[in-house]
């Protein structure tokens, strides 16, 4: 009878040690973008002057037969920023447009490719080019300011 718990207990110890995960529990999305629409002179946002309204913003996919692309408007403490949050969930290539008002304002293009790390999945951009336009990168805040005329 010894015997036998001794081995249940051995059995148990072995196998919760192939269950041990020193990486506990991991989700790593891939980051958003935001862009600020400002004039190039003045610098001021053309949303919060009035010049657009956010009701008139249109993204589309160039390569998918221009499909609408899901984003978000942040108008929060007059924040006034276009938030694209659905690239890099998986390896992929968009080709955005991204019209205001029926203008063209720039293209967004995003070359992601989606890896597994030694504990977590992470995104890692290949190309990010905007075209089409002028901008600037925030690289404290991570913030696209196109430049209008």
């Not at 207990?9 to 935001?34: A, H, K, M, R, V």
């Not at 890896?115 to 905007?130: L, V």
């Not at 336009?133 to 300011?145: A, M, Q, R, T, V």
């Amino acid at each position: 009878m010894k015997k036998i718990n001794l081995i249940l207990i051995l059995f148990t110890l072995i196998f919760q040690s192939c269950n041990n995960d020193d990486c506990g529990e991991c989700f790593t999305p891939p980051q958003s973008f935001q862009f600020e629409i400002v004039d190039k002179t003045s610098g001021e946002n053309l949303f919060t002057n009035g010049t657009y309204d956010s009701g008139n913003i249109e993204i589309t996919d160039n390569l998918n037969d221009n499909e609408p692309i899901e984003f978000t408007f942040i108008s929060e403490n007059n924040i006034n920023l276009i938030q694209i949050g659905s690239i890099g969930w998986e390896t992929e290539i968009v080709n955005l447009k991204i019209d205001i008002s029926d203008n063209h304002i720039f293209d967004f293009y995003v070359d992601a490719e989606r890896k597994m790390g030694e504990c977590c999945s992470y995104t890692e951009y290949n190309e990010i080019t905007i075209g089409e336009s002028e901008f600037e990168l925030d690289s404290e805040n991570g913030i696209y300011k196109i430049l209008v005329e």
